[in-house]
């Protein structure tokens, strides 16, 4: 899994001109889904993103996670973040998963971040045609790979 997660002052997703989710405070968060995903890598990464401190203490450190200051997370997915760009302009997206194995990868991801951020967590719809806005607060943005843990 590849993510992008980005700090926000507030976020949402909108698909055909209806809101399918928003949030005030907490994490944007990007997913790419690839074929050799496994529950091991939802579980880490999860748990990664809800203990990431990059939210402001009370001396103006980043040192609190989402889960400290009682914030929210939308999680979109988003294929491309597979792209492979070594050949030619074309980006290719062979690594990432087609639907038929990302949907079920991704339904298992909202429900573990849900358990482990202890409350619903908002969504945008996969494979839809969605329109993200967000106000990137620092700006502060993270990119985490499940293949490659830094």
Known sequence: MRTVI???THASVTVEGNITGAIEKGLLVLLGIEDADTEED????????????????EKGVMNVSVNDINGKILL????TLHAATKKGNRPSYIKASKPEVAIPIYEKMIVQL??????KIECGVFGGDMKV?????GP???VIDTKNKE
């Open 76 to 79: 979109v997915s988003q294929f």
């Open 114 to 119: 849900e358990k482990d951020l202890g409350k």
């Open 6 to 8: 980005q700090r926000v």
């Open 133 to 137: 806005q967000l106000l990137n607060d």
């Open 140 to 142: 502060v943005t993270i």
């Open 42 to 57: 939802i579980e880490w990464l999860s748990n990664k993103i809800v203990n990431l401190r990059i939210f402001d203490d």
